[in-house]
């Protein structure tokens, strides 16, 4: 039985601690120290989102991009469709926008869409992947077929440089239409709700008409190759044989974006966790695998999100947002990162 299983939040808590770098003066902007150092990366993350088509869903990308940042990521980038650009820049100036996508009402007349990708696209994004550690594919990218396109050919520019990649919205629409597209990846994360993961788990042929939900997320995350983030009354995380499940209390109120908040949050810990794992052990507290790793750090997201809409609602009832909720991560951080008694969980 793998090490984790069995264990309570609050130890669970405490293992994602050890993955947190410290700050230190000698440090600058997304250092990645070497694999001896007892240090792990301050990360650069970036977030592909969305065509201006759907122009309410600009707010998806900022929201994961900025839990990023105010988690503790150096810097974020957001990879956009050309027009919706300026609308998430407007959002904050923390963020570092790049339109380098195109919906289909972009393309030349008569011009074909992948020779269009090839020479206008993939040289961008290509130039911007070496520079970061972590990707989120999906908030806000919405199912224009151009769209789309670009999707799955960043995905696999993604796969090639051994990258971890966080899957969420649009992107596990992706998958439930073509599985292979992440099949068989072990630095993936996809973070479903109870509708996207019926979707996948059809499009796997796995039967979902049973109350053994962590048989049928099991199931789901061998079949893939991927660890599973199941998003719903407790979240569920099943890494093949690895299975944890947070049940931090949330808010009583769901707002839009919430679950942007948890990608975002995600990335970040996914970035630090990848170089604790390159650590020498004696550098290390404990020794995890890979799938240990990926699924301590959902867990970790998972709570500080909670918390964060927690303490949101306190403050605001029902009138609160996701804004509301961002207002709270960095109270999250630090009294679920910080503080190895937990005693505010």
């Not at 694999?35 to 309410?56: D, M």
């Not at 949330?250 to 390159?278: C, E, F, H, P």
């Not at 909670?306 to 609160?320: C, I, N, S, T, V």
Request: proline content about 6%.
């Amino acid at each position: 039985m793998p090490q984790l299983n069995g264990k309570s939040t609050k130890q669970l808590l405490r293992f994602v601690q050890k993955i947190v770098p410290p700050l230190l003066p000698s440090l600058h902007k997304g250092q990645g120290m070497p694999p001896t150092s007892p240090y792990p990366i301050n990360p650069h993350v970036a977030n592909f989102p969305p065509q201006l088509v759907e122009l309410s869903y600009t707010g998806a990308p900022y929201f994961s991009a900025h839990a990023a940042a105010i988690f503790g990521a150096d810097l974020t980038h957001v990879i956009c469709e050309y027009s919706a650009a300026t609308v998430i820049k407007s959002y904050s100036p923390d963020l570092m926008v790049h339109p380098y996508m195109y919906d289909s009402s972009k393309l030349p007349s008569g011009a074909n869409e992948d020779t269009f990708l090839k020479e206008k696209v993939v040289p961008k994004i290509e130039s911007l992947l070496g520079r970061i550690h972590v990707a989120i594919v999906g908030p806000g990218f919405g199912r224009d077929t151009l769209m789309l396109k670009t999707l799955e050919t960043v995905i696999q520019m993604i796969k090639d440089k051994d990258m971890p990649l966080i899957l969420d919205a649009d992107a596990l629409y992706l998958v439930s239409q073509k599985p292979k597209v992440i099949e068989g990846y072990e630095k993936a994360i996809i973070t479903p709700n109870v509708v996207e993961f019926a979707r996948i788990a059809k499009a796997l042929g796995v039967n979902t008409d049973t109350d053994d939900d962590v048989g049928v997320t099991v199931e789901v995350s061998k079949k893939l190759g991927v660890t599973v983030m199941r998003k719903g009354e407790h979240d569920l995380i099943v890494s093949g044989d690895i299975v944890l499940t947070s049940d931090v209390n949330g808010s009583l109120r769901r707002v839009g974006g919430q679950g942007d908040t948890l990608t975002g949050i995600i990335a970040t810990l996914v970035a630090w966790g990848i170089n604790y794992g390159k650590l020498e052990p004696s550098k290390k507290d404990i020794d995890l695998s890979l799938g240990e790793i990926l699924s301590l750090c959902c867990l970790g997201a998972s709570a500080s999100t909670r918390y964060a809409a927690r303490k949101a609602f306190e403050d605001k009832g029902r009138a609160m947002q996701a804004s509301d909720v961002h207002s709270k991560v960095g109270l999250a951080y630090k009294h679920l990162m910080e503080d190895e008694n937990l005693s505010h969980l």
